[in-house]
């Protein structure tokens, strides 16, 4: 095994071991959270680009704004634009817009560099297991 597929192999178990955290902690969020409407009440300026101000309302009739960490210029949240909010009860301030870009995005991203290094990996094993066929014939 060459360090080629040595490499190719190391960074797939990383991709892949990474991504099953991302999974595992996003899953356990989901399941731990509670679902609730929320609405963009303003925008802030971080710096880079505006980021919405989401406010909702707890299952305890708190008022809470929260503004996601991850902005990008692919969605834009127009004021007064509802929205759904996972928050945990217990620190309702770092909650989450409850869509799949917003929840999965970057696991999925993750996942798929992954396969694309599994892929290549798998077509290098077999290219050298080819061409030693060919050359011990």
Same mark, same amino acid.
């Given at each position: 095994?060459?360090?080629?597929?040595?490499?190719?192999?190391?960074?797939?178990?990383?991709?892949?071991?990474?991504?099953?955290?991302? %999974?595992?902690?996003?899953?356990?969020?989901?399941?731990?959270?509670?679902? =609730?409407? @929320? !609405?963009? =009440?303003?925008?802030?300026?971080?710096?880079?680009?505006?980021?919405?101000? !989401?406010?909702? %309302?707890?299952?305890?009739?708190?008022?809470? %704004?929260?503004?996601?960490?991850?902005?990008?210029?692919?969605?834009?949240?127009?004021?007064?634009?509802?929205?759904? =909010?996972?928050?945990?009860? /217990?620190?309702?301030?770092?909650?989450?817009?409850?869509?799949?870009?917003?929840?999965?995005?970057?696991?999925?991203?993750? @996942?798929?560099?992954?396969?694309?290094?599994?892929?290549? @990996? !798998?077509?290098?094993?077999?290219?050298?297991?080819?061409?030693? /066929?060919?050359?011990?014939?």
């Amino acid at each position: 095994m060459d360090l080629v597929q040595k490499l190719t192999i190391i960074i797939t178990l990383i991709l892949f071991t990474i991504t099953f955290y991302m %999974y595992k902690n996003r899953k356990e969020f989901i399941d731990n959270s509670i679902l =609730v409407k @929320g !609405i963009v =009440v303003s925008s802030k300026y971080n710096g880079k680009r505006n980021v919405p101000v !989401i406010g909702f %309302y707890t299952k305890d009739s708190v008022a809470t %704004y929260f503004s996601p960490s991850v902005n990008s210029d692919f969605d834009y949240f127009p004021i007064n634009k509802r929205v759904e =909010v996972l928050y945990y009860k /217990e620190n309702p301030e770092k909650a989450k817009i409850n869509s799949f870009l917003r929840l999965w995005f970057s696991t999925a991203l993750i @996942g798929f560099l992954g396969s694309v290094f599994l892929f290549i @990996g !798998i077509n290098i094993i077999f290219l050298t297991v080819k061409t030693e /066929e060919i050359t011990y014939k």
